[in-house]
């Protein structure tokens, strides 16, 4: 209240409360007795656009819900999010089939969920009503800060969209279709942000005016930003990038002195647990979240180097802080590159790779997927795996059960989406190593391979039912292989390529 902001505080601070009233969020009572409130605060921010400009002032109350008891003030917590993976396919079949993308914001979403709990909250600071100071708020709708909130919200949400007609995707169920004679219509919701995609305005206008008539929204049009993540149209499809958010980390961590790098990771480096003392442990934590959060949305490349250097979380040293530093070096360095979808091809394509006792020190091996769908990358993944494997086929393999769990899933996601239910086929899977294929198609068991018996006999039933078939890819066209194992600066480049990364035009 002190700041220069205060006429925007004020007013963010006068919406926020209107938004609580209209919502009947609570009704003024005597606390009972035995009964002890939960407190509240107010939390202010400031939104900005990915061009660091200021968007809004937003004043939110919440709840001190650290102060709650389980089985008293709430059970169940538990709610779902639309996958990042469900997401980035929304806009590459967007790309393939021409479709509009809009977006709408749900104002105050938490506060619609109805409470079925007796949650009692002391007044808010500011708003305590002359000649009530000892009445307490019991809560009748859900709050920012509440445990339940998140749950109690997607309750309401989905009853009401449920009630229109739409219905749930059958492995994401934050998404929702709808097939009327003259469109289709597609939402996707994450929290409060959400996605609609239609061949044709007037299914986005009907479902716009019915989300509006059911909630506060706001309508933000032709999709922009989703998740921090910047989205642009052109006449190829779409494409996505995270520049800002880039330039907001490497700015957070400048005092490392980071350089211009060419590969995310050095090749020549063998990075070991560390026995000494930890250097910044909580930062390091910290930068490790920061850098997972762009190689979980837009930048598969830099997967492997963020899957290694995670290992050290609980005992950082200054090596591990270098390589840190040329992450963020690499980054910087390629930071305009957006995840590009186009028409072509339509069908999903997947790649799988290991790299053997990659891990020193307890000798396991790395897996490395990728899927690629209208040109980019739509999944991916650079895991350790969690059994040791006594050859390269049996490294292989592991890594082909894990990517052939991940295309069955996906098959299964775009069988229920309106625009391709009809169209989808088997996943092609392509592998570089001959020994794999054999062992996928063979039907006879190998006794010194029981460890992985179940992988085996998983692969051979997704082969049989339809679901995958593997070809074989030589090592220089495999997509999978920058999440296996640091590469050369040509080679970087040319797999980045291969899944969509690339400079918009």
Known sequence: MASRDVAFWKEAINDEMDSIMSNQTWELVDLPPGSKPIGCKWVFRRKYHTDGMIQTFKARLVAKGFKQRECIDYFDTYAPVARTTSIRILFALASIHNLFVHQMDVKTAFLNGDLNEEVYMEQPEGFVLPGNENKVCKLVKSLYGLKQAPKQWHEKFDHAILSNGFRHNNVDKCLYSKTCDDYMV?????????????????????????????????????????????????????????????????????????????????????????????????????????????????????????????????????????????????????KELSLQYSKFPAIIEGYSDASWISSVGDNLSTTGWVFTLGGGAVSWGSKKQTCISHSTMEAEFIALAATGKEAEWLRDLMMDIPFTANNVSTVSIHCDSQATLARAYSGVYNGKSRHISIRHEYVRQLIQNGIISISFVRSSGNLADPFTKPLTRDLVRITSRGMGLKLLK
């Not at 934590?285 to 997967?303: E, F, H, N, P, V």
Request: hydrophobic share 40%; charged share 25%; glycine share 6%.
């Open 186 to 334: 597609i939402v996707c919701l994450y929290v409060d942000d959400m996605l609609i995609l239609s061949d044709d305005m007037r299914g986005i206008i009907e479902t716009k005016r019915f989300l509006s008539s059911t909630f506060k929204m706001k309508d933000l049009g032709e999709v922009d930003t989703i998740l921090g993540i910047k989205v642009k149209r052109n006449s190829g499809g779409y494409a996505l990038n995270q520049t800002h958010y880039i330039e907001k980390v490497v700015s957070k961590f400048s005092h490392l002195k980071i350089k211009d790098a060419n590969t995310p990771f050095d090749s020549s480096i063998k990075l070991e647990k560390s026995n000494g003392r930890s250097v910044a442990q909580l930062e390091y934590a910290s930068a490790i979240g920061s850098l997972m959060y762009a190689a979980q949305c837009t930048r598969a490349d830099i997967s492997f180097a963020v899957s290694k250097l995670s290992r050290f979380t609980s005992n950082p040293s200054m090596e591990h802080w270098k390589a840190i530093g040329r992450v963020l070096g690499y980054l910087r360095n390629t």
